[in-house]
């Protein structure tokens, strides 16, 4: 595998439509102003209320396989949401400090319900893989 600077679009490898959101508050609903990303990985990564998160891509170059690996220093466990909004174009706008692409993490425009999906348990290093 090949290390490589370039990273991807997150929400490229989301499996479903689906929204998530990682905290380590246990919650019913999330504020207006709410971080929420389509990639699970990436909201169990920042469910530890992580001071910084680094991305790292390493790419196979024969099956162009991309393993995704985010290192994090978060200190306390977390809890993965899923976020359900009423209507993805209103209840949500880009956020426009995020230094991810477009799309991978989004702002919540309004309170939103979340339904509790698991508890995380800390670990400093999350993997995924995308095409």
Known sequence: MKKTCCVPQISDCAET???YHGSPERLSIIR???TITRNRTLAMAFSHKPNHVCIEVMVNEESGLRAITLKQDGTRKGYLYHVIPDNSET???EDPESV???????????ELRV??????????EYIFHIF
């Open 100 to 110: 991810m692409f477009p799309g991978d993490e989004v702002l919540t425009t309004r």
């Open 91 to 93: 209840d949500t706008r």
């Open 115 to 124: 339904e509790l999906l698991e508890e995380v348990p800390l670990r400093d």
């Open 32 to 34: 207006p102003g709410s």
């Open 17 to 19: 439509g689906e929204w």
